[in-house]
Structures are given as C-alpha cells and as structure tokens.
C-alpha cells in the first residue's frame, strides 16, 4: 500500500516545504486557470466549444470546421462542454467567459490530483529525495505546467485520463493480493480512464498500448486484472460510439476517420510538416535550455536502464511515433507533462552506481545548475501563469462589455485574423457588435460628425488614423511586448487593437 498523501509530501520536503510547496502548487494553478483565457490552437475551440454550440442548437452545421463533415472527431468533451453550458445556464449564468473560465478550473483541478497520484505511484522506486523533489517539481511547477493544466484540450485531457488509468492499473496490480474485488473495481476503473483518454486524444493509444505491453509482459499482471481493464476498456469505446452518434447523427467510427482523413490521405501534412528532430527541438524548448541538452541526454541513456520500467514503455513509444508522423506542433506533445517529473527521477536512479558516484563528485556543481534552474524556471513561470501565450478571446470580451454599454458597429480596417477559414464562426463568445469593412477613403458620414471605433491588425496605429487623433483603446497585448524582438522570434502571436475617433473631423480624401 501506498503512503499517505501528506506523509509522502512530508517525506519529500519536510513540514514547512512540504506546505509551501502545496501552497505554490495551488496558487500558481488557480493564477494560470483564470488568466490564461482563450485557446493556444484553433482546434481547443473550433472543434470541442463549436460542436458543443452545434449540438445545442446555438451553431449551423455549415459553420463548423471541416473536421466536422468528416466525422473524424470524438463526441465526449463537446457532448462535457455542451453539458456545462446547460448547466451554467439553469443556474442563470450565461457569459461565455465565466463558463470557460469554469471549465478551465475544472481541469486543472483534475489535473493536479492526476499528476500528483501518479507521482505517489511512479517514484516508489526512487530512493534519493532530491530526485523525488526534482520530480514533483517538474510535474507540478515546470513553467509550462500549470498553464498546459488549465486548458479544456484534447491534449491536456488526454494526457490527463492517460495519467489516472495509469496509476489506477498499478494500485489495482498493489490491491490484487490482498482484496480481489477491490482489485478488479480499480481495473475497471482504469480501463475506462483509458477508453476516456484515447477518446479525448486518438494519439494517447499508444501510451495505452505500452503500459499494456508493461502490464502483459514485464509485470504479468493477473489474469483477473488484464480481463477487468480489457472488458472495461471495451465497453467505454461503445459508450464513446453512442456519444458519436449523439453528435453526428449517424453511426460512425471516428478513430477510423481519423486516420483515414489525416494518415492515409494526408490532410494533416497540409497545415506542415517537420523533421523527426523537431520533437527534441520541442522538448529542448519545455525543458530550458541549456539545461535540458543535459536532460534529454539523461533520459535518452536511463530509459535503457530504466528498460522494465512502466513510464519508459508509455513514454519513450509516444515521443517516437510523434516524431516519425510527418505534421508536427509543439502541443502534441502537452500529454508528456504527465510523465516528465516521474520519468526523469526514474532514469537518474537507473543508471549504474559507478556512474551515479562520479557524478555525486559533482554535487556542490549539480545543486547550483539546480538552483538556477529552479530560479530561471520560476521566473517564466509568473510570465506564462499571469500572460496567455495566445488570448484569442480578449477582443471578444471587449466586444461584448461594449455591446451591453450600446455599441452595435465597430469599423475594420483589416479582416480579424481567427485561424481557421472564414466559413467556419465563432458563436460561442460571440457578441451584438458588428466589425464592419471599411477604408480610410470610404469612412461614411456617421462616422466623420460621431466618436466611432476602429479596429486594426498590430500595435501601432496606422498613421492614418493617428493623424485623425485616434487613440488606442484596446491592444490584446501591451505594444512593448509585441514589438520585442524575442517575443517576435518565439511567439506566434498577433495583437488586435482598436482605436477611438472622436467628430467633428475632417477626413483624408
């Protein structure tokens, strides 16, 4: 049986840390689920928050992505998000960004319990309690962390159904000599995380897949525990096909789609492709260099030692399909939060005791790369937790406070940049205000004897516009960080701005 939830705690970083650590875990998540609105990638919205519209009868079929003619999308987290919408809305809560803000906090929530349990489980073998410290703190504080906790993605959730099967499977392995049917209770259980995991993120089948093999071939779990998780396993995938008949209509097989529509016909290498590296690239980038050249060397040679071990079957089989599928994108690889702080424990106990003692000759060394780790770390991490890497929501939410203050027109200088084709809507954050195309040659005579607001794409106000005396109002972000060099070179991001005219003026010719 596994130790308490504190005693492990406490074991770890003592009374006093271990309550800082707690205190930190949960602020810096709550922090991350309130700020960091909006989606990093069109599919957060456009296919979970959209269908979730389309079901509700609030969205038309024909503005939905093309995913959706497909049928190669599960129906689980719309059918989650359609449920929450319902729910918020018979309670008399309609805004759209207290509903999402609602959905972000349920999963960091999840989130959290998940890594930390897996935790509890995954570092029974490690012995040294720096590496257990490292661990904990990369699964719950690496800067990246507690903002990946608080999307409501196919990524985060995914990773995060994956992370509950997988410690589930192993306390129904702990249980399965001592109380049988508690045993096959828990693989039940587990099988069904598993079924939920892979129907929110189709690619979390083969981190399934490998802690199936760890469980048939390493572990040679009991008979009563493999059958319990298969059973469930399969009886989750047909509730999951109910689920997608709920939502398209039709009975269909969205794993199959998938793979069809993306694999075999390519779709996916349309929106790019990269080479297998990229994914070390990605990983590199997550882990801070320089220090995560160090890292990944580490994990490259203890994964052999740490061959018999669960988290390398999960993991190592899940970096290396992602990096031979040709299309590639950093979030692909959001689920391995789950399992990084585990995994780097587990490889650095593995190694050989000759090589682990001539490294301790290097302690004073290694806790001062430690530390500035830590401190650089930390220092994103108030960046990533307070500044959403991609707000795509703010100018909706400054629409919609206008909206309700009795703006009905806002005039575009340029076409709103959403992602997606311009078929395809966004009803959800949707507000009364029309953005209206114009030029600065064509201003109509409304506009030139009233104030009126103008939208345009950057932060820096054309000058056409400044020479009028239109003074910016609203930047999705601060112009000193879109204008920056480095924020330019690793940010994809665009700043929606709008301006203010004030009439009487005179207006260009």
Known sequence: MIESRWKFLTSIWGVGGARLFTAGVLVSHAVAAWFNAGFLSADEHYQIIEFAQYKLGRQSAAALAWEFPERMRPALQPWLAAMAIRLHHAIGVTSPFTIAFSLRLLSTTIAVVAAFELCRRCLRPVSSRLLKQIALFLALLLWITPMAHARFSSENWGGMWFAIGLYLMLDALDASSDDRRQSTFIAVCAGLAWSAAIDFRFQMAVAVAGAVLWLLFVRRGPAAVVAAIALAFAVGCSLSAVLDYWLYGAWTLTPLNYVRVNLIQHRAETYGTGPW???????GVVLIPP?????????????????RDVLVWTAVPFVAVHAAISHKEPRFLLPLLYLIGPWIAVCASSLPAQLRESLSRWRRSLATVVVTFCAVNLLVLGVTITLPVNDRIALDRWLRDESERGLRTVYALSPRKTGVPPEVTNSFYKSAIVMKPMTMA????????????????????????????????????????????????????????????????????
């Open 277 to 283: 590296w990229m994914i070390v690239v990605y990983l």
């Open 291 to 307: 220090f995560s050249l160090a890292v990944i060397a580490l994990l490259a040679v203890g994964s052999w030692y740490a061959r």
């Open 442 to 509: 064509r201003l109509s005579d409304d506009v030139r004897d009233r104030p009126a607001f103008v939208y345009y794409r950057g932060s820096e106000t054309p000058p056409e516009l400044a020479a009028l005396g239109c003074m910016p109002v609203f930047r999705t972000y601060p112009a000193w960080l879109t204008e920056s060099t480095l924020c330019r070179r690793f940010a994809d991001v665009e700043t929606d701005s709008i301006c203010r005219l004030d009439g009487p003026r005179e207006l260009p010719k």
